[in-house]
T-cell receptor
Framework: DAGVIQSPRHEVTEMGQEVTLRCKPI?????LFWYRQTMMRGLELLIY????????DSGMPEDRFSAKMPNASFSTLKIQPSEPRDSAVYFC???????????FGEGSRLTVL | SQQGEEDPQALSIQEGENATMNCSYK?????LQWYRQNSGRGLVHLIL?????REKHSGRLRVTLDTSKKSSSLLITASRAADTASYFC???????????FGKGTTLSVSS
């Protein structure tokens, strides 16, 4: 299996632009998680899905952030409009079952100028 | 909100020495997991210990769990330069809730 695949690996954009991050989970996994990592705040859970349904989005910072999972093999995290404080590494992870081992992608490093 | 807190924040040792990292958490758990992150990469699962277990081994890794103290430790024996990475503990409360990670311990092993 190729593992969790995220794209793009790096994104540099200007404040106010829309950013879309993509994730392909491991086939057969029924949970998908989006995390954000910064030096100051560490790894923060943004949102997670079970069987494509959002379960908890309380970690989404504000309305500028949205996430979708239209099918079992694809999820997006969108930021519109982006701000410099959104600069971080965004990780997608998937698992079989909600409390077991998480498999992480390599992350998408976002820089908002 | 963060559930787990690792200690120390940073640790520097020589190859061959043992490295011990600690994790404290706040609420009751079903299991506790440890992950490793190499610089610029995603996190990789190392080991999971359930709340009814006190100790678990995997290769050079030894994890202990003390639910009465709400703490866990990760011991890496005979460390190697390749063990240089950040190590995170993660916990979840009720079954089905997502993992919450601590801020990690950065381990540096010099040869």
């Amino acid at each position: 299996d190729a593992g969790v695949i995220q794209s793009p690996r790096h994104e540099v954009t200007e404040m106010g632009q829309e950013v879309t991050l993509r994730c392909k989970p491991i086939s057969g996994h029924d949970y998908l998680f989006w995390y954000r990592q910064t030096m100051m705040r560490g790894l923060e859970l943004l949102i997670y899905f079970n069987n494509n349904v959002p379960i908890d989005d309380s970690g989404m910072p504000e309305d500028r952030f949205s996430a979708k999972m239209p099918n079992a093999s694809f999820s997006t995290l969108k930021i519109q409009p982006s701000e410099p404080r959104d600069s971080a590494v965004y990780f997608c992870a998937s698992s079989f079952g909600g409390s077991g081992e998480l498999f992480f992608g390599e992350g998408s490093r976002l820089t908002v100028l | 909100s963060q559930q787990g807190e690792e200690d120390p924040q940073a640790l520097s040792i020589q190859e061959g020495e043992n490295a011990t990292m600690n994790c404290s958490y706040k609420t009751s758990i079903n299991n506790l997991q440890w992950y490793r992150q190499n610089s610029g990469r995603g996190l990789v699962h190392l080991i999971l210990i359930r709340s009814n277990e006190r100790e678990k081994h995997s290769g050079r890794l030894r994890v202990t769990l003390d639910t009465s103290k709400k703490s866990s430790s990760l011991l890496i024996t005979a460390s190697r330069a390749a063990d240089t990475a950040s190590y995170f503990c993660a916990t979840e409360g009720q079954a089905g809730t997502a993992l919450i990670f601590g801020k990690g311990t950065t381990l540096s092993v010099s040869s």
